[in-house]
T-cell receptor, first 111, second 113 residues
Framework: QKEVEQDPGPLSVPEGAIVSLNCTYSNSAFQYFMWYRQYSRKGPELLMYTYSSGNKEDGRFTAQVDKSSKYISLFIRDSQPSDSATYLCATWMDSSYKLIFGSGTRLLVRP | DGGITQSPKYLFRKEGQNVTLSCEQNLNHDAMYWYRQDPGQGLRLIYYSQIVNDFQKGDIAEGYSVSREKKESFPLTVTSAQKNPTAFYLC????????????FGDGTRLSIL
């Protein structure tokens, strides 16, 4: 079992839709979680960074962590074609420098 | 503007050849990392360095080598021992403290001729 699992997609939605992207993880010791956005042929760009459980909002983006079910989500409101990219979730354990990535979900927002 | 610069953007390797990928950062970050990205597999850690003149192997270090002679620079050499080098290589850096997010360059795509 991979430590972080992500549905590869692609996920195709119409412009303006609410998008839900999800990851599950296996190790309850994971405490810090991040979402990166990666456009084609570019490096990942940090979108959201959260600690432990709860929600964090930044503009149209909301990151949610549910530690009881080991589930993290990224919601995108009023999705735009420019949101079309691959979204990667990542985490690492406390006291470790090693990031663990999901394999990424490809999102396509249709005009 | 501060950032991470990777060069070249595209690189081709002949059989039996070593090639070196460049990574330079002006973020004043202590820690630097090299990842390999293959389709559908996410990012896998090759090597990382927390301070100058020190580096550690990641999960897939075989066939690769690195050096860290300057804080700003962390070049990666893909040696002829790496039998499947075709991939997208990403360099990242972070503040040298636990749980600091990593920031990435725009990658080098390496292909075999």
């Amino acid at each position: 079992q991979k430590e972080v699992e992500q549905d590869p997609g692609p996920l195709s939605v119409p412009e303006g839709a609410i998008v839900s992207l999800n990851c599950t993880y296996s190790n309850s010791a994971f405490q810090y979680f991040m979402w990166y956005r990666q456009y084609s042929r570019k490096g990942p760009e940090l979108l959201m960074y959260t600690y432990s459980s709860g929600n964090k909002e930044d503009g149209r983006f909301t990151a949610q962590v549910d530690k009881s079910s080991k589930y993290i989500s990224l919601f995108i409101r009023d999705s735009q074609p420019s949101d079309s990219a691959t979204y990667l979730c990542a985490t690492w354990m406390d006291s470790s420098y090693k990031l663990i990535f999901g394999s990424g979900t490809r999102l396509l927002v249709r005009p | 503007d501060g950032g991470i610069t990777q060069s070249p953007k595209y690189l081709f390797r002949k059989e039996g050849q070593n090639v070196t990928l460049s990574c330079e950062q002006n973020l004043n970050h202590d820690a630097m990392y090299w990842y390999r990205q293959d389709p559908g597999q996410g990012l896998r850690l090759i090597y990382y360095s927390q301070i100058v003149n020190d580096f550690q192997k990641g999960d897939i270090a075989e066939g690769y080598s690195v050096s860290r002679e300057k804080k700003e620079s962390f070049p990666l050499t893909v040696t002829s021992a790496q039998k499947n080098p075709t991939a997208f290589y990403l360099c990242a850096s972070s503040i040298y403290r636990l749980n600091q997010p990593q920031h990435f360059g725009d990658g080098t795509r390496l292909s075999i001729l």
